[in-house]
């Protein structure tokens, strides 16, 4: 997908949020050495319920260091937040859900 076509479903997901009421942010994560501060930067942004970490980041075999790194942030600087797994940009609201 490119990133234009992605970007419109991540916002329409973000609208789907706030339809039902929820508080909810994104951050995009580039997968080079700038990824953990972009992570620490977006947490640091407020006291999060739940993180969802999206399958772009999760699902291609050669992240899997980065995908250990990301979900090791979040448990470090948002140690209250449950960590939830989408399963495509378009459904990140039913996985926060399950954890909300």
């Known amino acids: 997908m ?3 076509a992605m970007r419109e479903v991540l916002d329409a ?4 949020f706030g339809e039902r009421g929820v508080n909810a942010a994104m ?11 972009v992570v620490v930067a977006a947490l640091a942004e407020g006291t999060w ?4 970490i ?19 942030l979040v448990r470090l600087h948002a ?13 990140s609201v039913e996985a926060a859900g399950r954890w909300l």
């Open 49 to 52: 319920d739940v993180v969802v």
């Open 54 to 72: 999206g399958g772009g980041i999760r699902k291609p075999e050669a992240l899997l260091t980065f995908f250990e790194r990301v979900v090791n």
């Open 13 to 16: 997901e973000l609208g789907r």
């Open 79 to 91: 140690p209250a937040a449950a960590i939830a797994f989408n399963s495509s940009g378009g459904d």
């Open 2 to 4: 490119d990133g234009d």
């Open 27 to 37: 951050a995009l994560i580039p997968p080079d050495e700038s990824a953990e501060a």
